[in-house]
């Protein structure tokens, strides 16, 4: 089969590999359809994730067709069209109990703190992704479900991690009906979490990047207002006078360890690797909420990381939450929202290519050219 392959830091190929295999009795094949680039792939082309291995395959984001299945699958039959979340857990243990599929105790033993996901490093348990015509899926019973025939593929594919892990960065901000909520990032991930935010009742919400086009599709998708950072002395000040000196109620973080805005940060972090990543972003949340407020972290980090304001965290009183999403506890939700047509998530792609082209579609998602907002691979 044809799969994208890591060979260093800016390098991605298509390689011949071969088909993976049932490894498990609860495994499924798929033949994946469509997958996408999420801007945490971009962490792992950059260098910045511990133990990427040359030669692993990435994409965490698919869905596909159910190709083959291991003896004691029960959900799945081949030819099922499934979407399947970016998280790998097992369903019965401590954490999966109590929701927290990210979490799950069995599928990750190397790491006391990530779970498993797919193609995200050996730091996430070492399982090859779906940026590929196939991957194994362990667990298959658990993660996976049927795409409903009503469902537009492009918007199955954006529940299987961008368009939940929005929704969940606005979740855990405890919107309260009337809030203002900002939202720092205008990726996809900051684009859903703005939508998000509307539905659970907030009263303003304001979205904060430096790329223009990006910001232009915050107004238009999610509605909401918009400053560009580059544009302002001190975007912390900026935000203070926009919400009556107070400060936002909610403040959801959709940038991560990889933030612009600081260029010493940013030097001594992305290009030279003295830091685990730069604070930038997570700075002007903790700085930019009111005292008491939220700060909702959805923008992946390091295990390790100086210069966190959190001496200001605390004697604010702040509210900090935060993990990697567990996407299908969004989906009973989301699938509510997309059919009743209150939101139509395929309307922030903004390329499709095919998967022998994927290196310049991380190429043009990383430098951010033509636009880039959303990149879909498709396989077939
Ligand atoms: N928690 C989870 O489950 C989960 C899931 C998916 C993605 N993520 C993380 O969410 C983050 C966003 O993902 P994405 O796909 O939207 O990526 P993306 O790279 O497309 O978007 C990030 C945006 O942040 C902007 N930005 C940079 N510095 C900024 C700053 N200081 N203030 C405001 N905006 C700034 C960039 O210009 C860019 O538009 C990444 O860190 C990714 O790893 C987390
Ligand atoms: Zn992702
Ligand atoms: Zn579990």
Redesign the pocket.
Known sequence: MRAMVYRGPYRIRVEEKDIPKIEHPNDAIVRVTRAAI???D??LYHGMMPDTRVGTTFGHEFIGVVHEVGSSVENLTPGDRVMVPFNIYCGTCYFCSKGLY?NCHNVNPNATAVGGMYGYSHTSGGYDGGQAEYVRVPLADVGPSIIPDWLHEEDALLMT??LS?GYFGAQLGDIVEGDTVVV???????LFAARSAWLMGAGRVIV????DY?LKMAREFAFAETTN?NQVNDIVVELKKQTDGLGADVVID????????NLLQHITTTKFKLQGGSP??LN?AIDAVRKGGTVSV???YGPLFSAVKFGDAMNKGLTIRT???PVKRQWPRLLEHIQAGRLSPRDIITHRIPLDDIAEGYHMFSA?LDDC?KTVITTE
Do not use: Y
């Open positions: 999420c801007g945490s971009l962490h990210s991690d961008a892990t720092l990032g205008a990726g996809p991930v900051g904060i990047d430096h790329l990006r950072f959709a940038v991560g360890a990889e933030a612009d805005g930038v972003a002007w959805m923008g992946a993990n990697q999403a951010k907002i």
